[in-house]
């Protein structure tokens, strides 16, 4: 009652920004059930590649590899990691003693490096990011209802956003962890 209609658009944006967080994480990781789309890394047919720690030159070279060998390897291929790995991948060597590290210049062997931290440690994903859709229908809706805590005096706001994840050709990704 005594808010501005400056703290009324703050909180519309921070509901905002959170719930698309969440769009992002479920576009990675959703299950597929539970109001969550099926998410990139649940899909069957995409490929993995097992990591020593943060993974090594020869590693990311794999993942490239395994989308190379799905007939994949087209349109814009770009790495994603989250910071903790940016960070252990500066000080990795491509070999030993020659000064030339895995990530550099935003890039990981001549591929742009996307840098989220909605991506778990220890995770990474390469692939042509084109062939995943994301669909949304309407705009974020959000409802106020005075009625649910009327005796308290608050109100509750619901936010819903429909989003469905697809991913048109599965071995386009390849998943290191």
């Known amino acids: 009652?005594?808010?501005s209609i400056d703290v009324e658009g703050m909180i519309r944006?921070?509901?905002?920004?959170?719930?698309a967080l969440e769009i992002d994480r479920v576009g990675m990781y959703g299950t597929?059930?539970?109001?969550?789309?099926?998410?990139?890394?649940?899909?069957?047919?995409?490929?993995?590649q097992s990591f020593t720690g943060f993974g090594t030159f020869?590693?990311?070279?794999?993942?490239?590899t395994d989308v190379a060998s799905a007939n994949a390897d087209a349109g814009s291929m770009r790495y994603?990691?989250?910071?903790?790995?940016?960070?252990?991948l500066k000080?990795?060597?491509k070999a030993t003693n020659t000064a030339m590290f895995v990530y550099e210049d935003d890039e990981i062997n001549g591929y742009p490096v996307i840098v989220?931290?909605?991506?778990?440690?220890?995770?990474?994903?390469?692939?042509?990011?084109?062939?995943m859709v994301m669909g949304m229908w309407s705009g974020l809706d959000l409802t106020v209802d005075p009625y649910a805590g009327a005796t308290?005096?608050?109100?509750?706001?619901?936010?819903?956003?429909?989003?469905d994840v697809a991913v048109k050709q599965p071995g386009a990704f390849c998943l290191g962890t």
């Open 13 to 19: 944006n921070d509901l905002a920004r959170i719930i």
């Open 152 to 163: 308290a005096g608050t109100v509750r706001i619901i936010a819903l956003q429909d989003v």
């Open 80 to 88: 994603i990691i989250n910071a903790a790995a940016r960070g252990a």
């Open 116 to 131: 989220s931290n909605q991506l778990l440690n220890n995770d990474a994903l390469f692939g042509d990011f084109s062939m």
């Open 1 to 3: 009652l005594q808010a």
């Open 32 to 48: 597929g059930s539970s109001n969550q789309p099926l998410g990139l890394i649940n899909t069957t047919g995409i490929g993995s």
């Open 58 to 64: 020869d590693e990311y070279i794999g993942m490239e």
């Open 91 to 93: 000080s990795t060597e």
